[in-house]
């Protein structure tokens, strides 16, 4: 049986009451993700020390920003961009993938030009970094038990799916393990590397679909576009 190519990526932790039984299970079944992390999560030693357990164990770990306090392209004050994105990459230090991974921060899982400033293309691209975007976005952070029916959907869906879960301790992780069975089970099989569609810039090469994703300065995305975020994410193609 012919199933989807699967990238699966954790992000918004470390989170001791998660990471670990995430890390466990990945262990346990011989898969590798990428952690997309919060960099004033690491701050603290433990949470860092969860950072470093994935990265010890091969996964990979990315940037995904120092607060999560919204989506840069909502965010035209100079400095802001830096202030997410090169303090987290320094807090990183020796744990950072060398293609320097860093995920925007979605709003919701909605792809568009408010992932990005015109300030933080310019300082991704300064900086040598790989965008990484996705495709499959279930909800499990505000549907910690339903997401695995919506997240099998959306990966059967597509040949080359880029998975959003997240290692937040409200439970959704519980699920994790007989949701990646049940994907085997359907003929998936699992890669560590992304597919180019979710690459609009890698290693500080812009890619075409680059612009999608960078506001207009000055340009400002309605309340009302966030908070009307569906289960089915936008999708990059
Ligand atoms: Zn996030």
Known sequence: MQGPAVTLSFDNGP????????LDVLRRRGLKATFFVIGQKLQEPARRALAKRAHDEGHWIGNHSWTHSGPLGDRHDPGHAEAEIARTEAELGPLAHADRLFRPVGGGGLLGPHLLSQEARDLLAAGRHTIVTWSAVPGDWRDPDGWPEVALR??????????VLHDLPNGATRHLDAFLGRLEDAGATFHQDFPEACLPMWRGLPGPDLAAYV??????????????VSETPARSG
């Open 15 to 22: 989170e001791p009451e998660a990471t670990p039984a995430v």
């Open 154 to 163: 959306q990966c059967l869906a597509e040949p080359r799916p880029v998975l």
């Open 215 to 228: 506001s207009a300065e000055g340009e400002m995305r309605g309340d009302a576009r966030r908070d009307g």
